[in-house]
């Protein structure tokens, strides 16, 4: 009986060790599929005076798989700008989906504003990207694109 016992339990101790490496492969697996797809998005955003004196400034380093978005949020006293980008890698040639969300308190009420526009990019390539629209370069944003990397990563 007492063999038996031993005999199961050690069975059980295998079995689920076997599944626990099994499920560390995979996850190793997933992330080795992960870092291949991954991209880098650097944004350097801005906020300038009418002067083009820089009175703000949020730099982030964002990851990204294509087709899923990442976003930045700047939140002023009577503003705030949501943008989420969402790269894509086409044989056609990679494009960057920038979706803007705008809320302006106005004084006598709030003011929302969205728009969304494809960029086509290249990697390494400096992106200039408004969130206000060219006429309005009062928040600018300089974006790059990259491919991840474990040098990026540490």
């Not at 880098?40 to 730099?59: H, P, S």
């Not at 890698?89 to 504003?113: C, E, F, K, M, P």
Request: aromatic residues 8%.
């Amino acid at each position: 009986m007492i063999r038996s016992v031993c005999l199961v339990s050690v069975l059980c101790i295998f079995t689920s060790n076997l599944q626990i490496y099994a499920q560390n492969q995979q996850a190793g697996g997933m992330e080795q599929e992960l870092r291949r797809r991954a991209l880098v998005i650097d944004i350097d955003a801005r906020v300038l005076t009418d002067e083009e004196k820089v009175i703000w400034n949020q730099v982030e380093r964002k990851i990204a798989i294509p087709g899923s978005p990442v976003g930045i949020r700047m939140v002023g006293s009577n503003v705030v700008v949501g943008v989420q980008f969402t790269p894509f890698i086409r044989a056609q040639g990679n494009i960057l989906v920038a979706q803007v969300q705008i809320w302006i308190d106005t004084g006598d009420g709030v003011s929302y504003h969205t728009s969304i526009q494809t960029i086509p990019i290249d990697f390494n390539e400096p992106i200039y990207f408004f969130p206000l629209g060219a006429s309005n370069s009062s928040i600018e944003m300089l974006l790059t694109v990259n491919p991840y990397s474990e040098i990026i990563s540490r």
